[in-house]
């Protein structure tokens, strides 16, 4: 069977599962991973370096590895970026020194440069080829309450397993990561069973048609380089990233710093992130769903200004809680609005995108996204280790919020099609309406 004798609907289901099984071991480390550093004799400046290591391989990688996907196809890409995941894994929970965290981390680069976008260009190209006029939104909205739903429910077993410390010989906080291998590995078989696609005019049928696909990835990378040169849209969405990523590392990397810093201890602060990212996370996914029904009101692009700017204020928030409860409450609602942010983010993304670039305008958003996260790390951790960790998250808060203003053009366009009646504010790719973005 092929994934255009898939129906939308089946394509959907499919993609909802394997977010989950992609996501719920996140979710198992999420809490504990700058902890685990930490406690291991890293500081605040090397953990920074070490994160940023993730940050320069996916730099360089993110638009090979999407113009591979494009070429070759989406399933075999993800199949190598499982595999990739448990060497980096393994390779992290073993290491205790600065070159050893180095190497997880460039290999968890790799990781992220192979994994990003294949899956929802997956399901956005068998969707739209059994049914062109399918609502993507309703499926990213789905797989984004899914995603959240996921790393929720690994996060709270990972905070019960760490306060409970069943085995003494080794840290409270490695049991949750050495389970999330286990199920990194659930995911490689679920991608293997579950994913079915046609690349028959790809090249992916036999190892030297896989060669000649592979060769074509320059080529598609260089198409989808232009699409971005040629598209105001798409180059506004695109810089979202430069502001919102560094917000994120207010939210995921500092947070727990925070916290240990407000509690006394990575030990103590590990049992309670938890219980709190997966509070986090179950509101991520209820963003994620409201989300959907505000865009259907207030359409895609106002969703998006909304959510991330109100994500970046509530940063703010977070830097200048003096207490416990008060930085879990920001956080709290930091996620609920960073969930309803990323579906409708990648709707507009899909707009400004067809099947023969999908992958390659995903992964271009996330290179960006990438690379400011790394750049934003480099300052943030000696700022938060040589001013205050509050200090660093009040400034990267506020970094955040001057992005929204980039949805202006999308908000424009999706305006200007309703008006016109042509469609595309229901979804349509670009390269279905001519040059509406340009």
Do not use: C, K
Not at 62 to 79: F, I, K, M
Not at 198 to 214: E, I, P, Q
Not at 258 to 263: A, I, K, N
Not at 291 to 311: E, K, P, Y
């Amino acid at each position: 069977m092929t994934a255009r004798a898939l129906s939308a609907a089946s394509a959907r289901r499919r993609f909802v599962l394997l977010t989950v099984t992609r996501w719920f071991p996140v979710g198992l480390v999420i809490g504990v991973t700058t902890l685990i550093a930490l406690e291991r004799g890293m500081s605040l400046t090397q953990l920074g370096v070490i994160l940023a290591m993730q940050g320069f391989v996916v730099l360089g990688l993110e638009l090979p590895t999407g113009g591979l996907s494009d070429a070759v196809g989406r399933r075999p890409v993800l199949l190598g970026a499982g595999v990739v995941a448990l060497a980096s894994g393994l390779v992290f929970i073993t290491a205790h020194t600065f070159a050893a965290f180095m190497l997880a981390l460039a290999l968890q680069g790799v990781f992220r440069a192979l994994d990003s976008g294949p899956l929802e260009a997956w399901y956005v190209d068998t969707a739209q080829a059994d049914d062109p006029a399918v609502r993507v939104e309703d499926a990213l909205t789905r797989a984004g309450t899914a995603l959240g739903v996921s790393i929720a429910s690994g996060a709270l077993i990972s905070g019960a397993l760490v306060a409970w410390h069943p085995i003494a010989a080794v840290s409270a906080l490695e049991l949750p990561y050495w389970i999330a291998l286990g199920f990194y590995a659930v995911n490689l078989v679920a991608i293997a069973v579950l994913m079915r696609e046609d690349r028959s005019g790809a090249g992916s049928r036999g190892l030297r048609r896989a060669l000649r696909s592979a060769r074509e990835a320059p080529r598609t990378v260089a198409a989808g380089v232009r699409t971005l040169g040629s598209s105001r849209v798409l180059r506004a969405l695109v810089m979202v990233e430069v502001f919102w990523s560094v917000g994120m590392i207010a939210f995921e990397t500092l947070m727990p710093v925070r916290l240990s810093e407000l509690v006394g201890g990575q030990t103590q602060a590990g049992a309670l992130m938890g219980p709190v990212s997966a509070a986090a996370w179950g509101l991520f996914a209820a963003g994620s769903a409201l989300a959907g029904l505000a865009s259907r009101r207030l359409g895609v692009g106002w969703t998006a200004l909304l959510a991330r700017a109100l994500n970046g204020a509530l940063i703010v928030v977070m830097g200048l809680a003096t207490g416990p409860v008060g930085l879990v409450t920001a956080f709290l609602i930091t996620y609920t609005l960073h969930g309803s942010g990323g579906p409708v983010h990648s709707a507009l993304l899909h707009r400004e995108a067809d099947a023969s670039n999908r992958t390659t305008v995903l992964s271009m958003n996330s290179m960006v996204a990438g690379g400011s996260y790394t750049l934003g790390l480099l300052v943030l951790s000696p700022l938060a280790e040589h001013a205050s960790t509050a200090a660093a998250i009040v400034v990267a808060g506020a970094f955040s919020v001057l992005g929204a203003v980039l949805y202006l053009p999308a908000i424009r366009q999706e305006r200007s099609a309703a008006r016109a009646g042509d469609g595309a504010g229901a979804g349509e790719p670009r390269a279905a309406r001519g040059a509406g973005g340009r």
